[in-house]
């Protein structure tokens, strides 16, 4: 699974990148990521998307859609990828299920649909749970 790690504005897509190959690396760049939202005063954020689509949101940042799930936007998670259980059989399964429905799992499971992570660093006054 490929990581890119952020703190930086999500409209901007601006921040450090980060592509781990260990789980050292991993839980050095996301422990990163907590230390610089704690000095920031910030939040981190989570959005999952596919490969293919993370050239685009780092080039001209996150757009806005018409259609899709809850009717379109861009959607983040509150939870990290060790709130889903990261490692375990159930890892892709968790992510499908809390964002999308259970409904939606054979739309994206194995179908590499979640392999990037983007982590933003947000205010927490504009964090509010979707309908």
């Known amino acids: 699974t490929a990581s890119t790690a952020s703190t930086a504005n999500p409209a901007t897509a601006e921040g450090e990148q980060v592509q781990p190959a260990t789980c050292e690396e991993y839980l050095s760049a996301m422990a990163a990521v907590r230390q610089a939202c704690a000095e920031e005063g910030t939040v981190p954020l989570y959005h999952y998307t596919m490969l293919a689509a993370a050239p685009f949101i ?5 757009r806005m859609s018409a259609q899709g799930q809850g009717d379109g936007g ?3 998670s509150t939870l990290g990828p060790s709130s889903y259980n990261l490692g375990s059989r159930d890892y892709e399964d968790n ?3 809390d964002c999308f429905g259970k409904e939606r799992l054979e739309e994206y499971k194995g179908k590499h649909k979640l392999d990037v992570l983007f982590v933003y660093g947000v205010n927490p006054k504009c964090v509010e749970q979707a309908p």
């Open 95 to 97: 992510i499908i299920i």
């Open 74 to 76: 861009v959607y983040f």
């Open 58 to 62: 780092l080039g001209g940042g996150f």
